[in-house]
């Protein structure tokens, strides 16, 4: 394992699955803009109307939101299930037994 030179003071907590959907939502709309409008675009099958485009860009953003939010909760449950099991139980016994 490489050694992390970054340290933290904060304390690690859950990612926001809304936060996720939204940079997801916003890296998809931007993959799609570039593809849609980048000087390699071909015409596609179903047209080339102004309304391709826009459906276009609404499901790549949708998709990356899903990504983003998929990838998000199963970082939260592994995390919970193998990180934080050990750090949840030593402030639980803290919380009960308070050091006196």
């Not at 826009?54 to 899903?66: S, T």
Request: glycine share 8%.
């Amino acid at each position: 394992m490489l050694p992390s030179f970054y340290s933290s003071d904060n304390v690690a907590q859950a990612w926001r699955l809304s936060r996720a959907a939204a940079c997801g939502a916003g890296i998809g709309t931007a993959a799609a803009l570039i593809k849609v409008f980048g000087p390699l675009h071909q015409p596609e099958l179903l047209g080339n109307g102004p309304l391709m485009h826009i459906a276009e860009v609404a499901v790549a953003a949708v998709g990356f939101a899903l990504l983003c939010t998929v990838a998000a909760a199963v970082r939260n449950f592994l995390a919970r299930r193998l990180i934080w099991r050990d750090f949840d139980d030593r402030t639980s016994r803290q919380q009960r037994h308070p050091a006196s």
